[in-house]
């Protein structure tokens, strides 16, 4: 049975950092590229940040660049993505993605708050 489990959302004033983590069963981790995405309410869900599958590549959206950063552990079946810099804008909740060819699975997500 495949799961993605995230953790580490919480609210968080301007300025600060989080570390998310998803933790992942059920498939073979290492083959899969994992990505974060975020969805703000009444906003399309949108793609922050991938890593490919041996993690030598990674992208960014734009809005991110410099302050989040996407890495992973293919011992721990974990990705992480450390946010810095927080702004209110990065308010949503976060999910994690594996995609493989047709293959793509999503996480429950995990709400990341920031305000004063």
């Known amino acids: 049975q495949v799961q993605l489990v995230e953790s580490g959302g919480a609210l968080v004033q301007p300025g600060g950092s989080l570390r998310l983590s998803c933790a992942a069963s059920?498939?073979?981790?290492?083959?899969?590229?994992m990505s974060w995405y975020r969805q703000a309410p009444g906003a399309e869900r949108e793609l922050v940040a991938a890593i490919t599958s041996a993690g030598g590549r990674t992208s960014y959206t734009d809005s991110v660049k410099g302050r989040f950063t996407i890495s992973r552990d293919n011992t721990k079946n974990t990705v992480y993505l450390q946010m810095n810099s927080l702004k209110p804008e990065d308010t949503a909740v976060y999910y994690c993605?594996?995609?493989?060819?047709?293959?793509?699975?999503w996480g429950q997500g995990t709400q990341v708050t920031v305000s004063s």
């Open positions: 993605n594996a995609h493989r060819y047709e293959d793509d699975y």
């Open positions: 059920g498939f073979t981790f290492s083959r899969y590229v």
